[in-house]
């Protein structure tokens, strides 16, 4: 892959060393130009009601090609939270079930099940405790019963950079007949994900991390197998069978029939946890940042992150540093942690020089990307030699 040739589309890399795509990528120059020419346009002419709705079409569609799915198997959220929301309140849950989650998750995958216990919708949430920052298939094995509803985890973990194995809990799981739901945040755009492979049921993933697009746009992927088995705790205009979009995409006008207000007939596709109107510039933004992961597809660009991540910890062994990411090849990502004292200040004076990495609690995390260069991590090292 030409690096350099990616390096000039993306305006940021030009005086920064930047490290933390788990934070939020940088935006690409066709990212921004999209969403500036969205501005330009809307500022000169108001509001394209029917062609903005088949971008939102157009983007569903590129995000299923990312992730092998079907076009009927995605909804257009948001963020991660609402869509992860959406499904866990349209769950078929039973007395006495459960739900298994990790504590390598990212908040909202905990405390969305909390939220619902406290309603007195779920008995039981089963958090799984880390051990040497991962956590063993075999903990899985013990949490996950026929009294378990579903599984919920990151695919790779916020905090350390774990990368669960997701097939096979995802196996241990479907054993119980209990569905297996995933944040794929850290992962899209990381490694290739091919969501029927994986076996998984539902995923959601936003854009603006690795896939280097804006905030305001997210996607939720519910298997086509398992939609009819969900019933949405709410349902909005944009969620019905005879919705706008299906409407302009039926080639009718868009408020030619009135809306029938006798009853509700959620969409038989995933579209059915599709709320209200989207942000349509960040939905835009979205799909010229999912072309761009396109062009440089996770496959390619896996192996250069090994290579760079590969660096980084030889690199922070060699000056002594305390890992706290996993180390072995299957249980690694893009994501990079270690013991720093004054993480906060550490980050702070690298911003200042240049080096843009991310603290969180008493760890540093440096997340580079498939476009970041050998360089930079040298850099990075020189770096964290005088703290
Ligand atoms: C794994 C993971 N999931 C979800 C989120 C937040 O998602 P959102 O704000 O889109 O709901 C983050 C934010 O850092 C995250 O790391």
């Not at 969305?112 to 298939?137: F, T, Y």
């Not at 194995?165 to 007949?177: E, F, L, M, T």
């Not at 739901?181 to 854009?207: E, S």
């Amino acid at each position: 892959m030409d690096i350099d040739g990616v390096r000039t589309q993306i305006p940021l890399l030009a005086n920064t060393v930047y490290l933390d795509s788990a934070g939020a990528g940088p935006p690409p120059k066709i990212v921004h130009e999209s969403m500036q020419s969205f501005l330009d346009e809307w500022r000169d002419n108001g509001e394209k009601w029917e062609a903005w709705l088949l971008e939102i079409v157009k983007t569903r569609e590129l995000f299923a090609i990312l992730i092998g799915a079907k076009l009927e198997e995605i909804a257009c959220v948001p963020n991660v939270t609402s869509g992860l929301a959406a499904v866990a309140t349209a769950l078929r849950i039973k007395p006495r079930q459960n739900i298994v989650v990790s504590e390598l998750n990212f908040p909202t995958n905990v405390y969305i099940w909390h939220s619902m216990k406290q309603r007195g919708l779920i008995s039981e949430i089963r958090v799984l405790r880390q051990k040497d920052g991962q956590i063993p298939l075999r903990d899985f094995e013990k949490a996950i019963d026929d009294k378990t509803a579903a599984v919920s985890v990151d695919y790779v973990s916020w905090i350390n950079g774990c990368r669960e194995d997701i097939a096979n809990v995802a196996k241990i799981a479907h054993s119980h007949r209990a569905l297996m739901l995933v944040d794929a945040f850290h992962a899209v755009g990381v490694m290739p994900i091919d969501v029927h492979q994986l076996d998984v049921d539902v995923l959601t993933c936003g854009t603006y991390k690795w896939l280097m697009g804006p905030h305001g746009a997210a996607f939720l992927y519910v298997n086509r197998k398992i939609l009819g088995d969900l019933d949405p705790s709410i349902v909005g205009w944009h969620g019905i069978s005879d919705s706008v979009i299906a409407r302009v995409l039926g080639k009718r006008d868009t408020f030619g029939k009135p809306f029938d207000l006798d009853d509700v007939d959620p969409a038989k596709d995933a579209t059915r946890f599709e709320w209200g109107t989207w942000s349509v510039i960040s939905v835009v933004g979205s799909k010229a940042a999912i072309e761009f992961t396109l062009k440089y597809p996770p496959n390619e660009r896996e192996p250069l992150i090994d290579k760079l991540t590969t660096r980084l910890l030889d690199g922070l062994k060699k000056k002594g540093r305390k890992i706290t990411s996993p180390l072995e090849k299957t249980r690694r990502s893009g994501i990079v942690t270690f013991e720093v004292a004054d993480a906060a200040k550490v980050a702070q004076k690298m911003q200042s020089e240049g080096v843009i990495v991310a603290p969180r609690v008493n760890t540093l995390r440096v997340s580079p990307h498939f476009f970041n260069t050998e360089n930079e991590i040298d850099a990075f090292l020189e770096k964290i030699e005088f703290t």
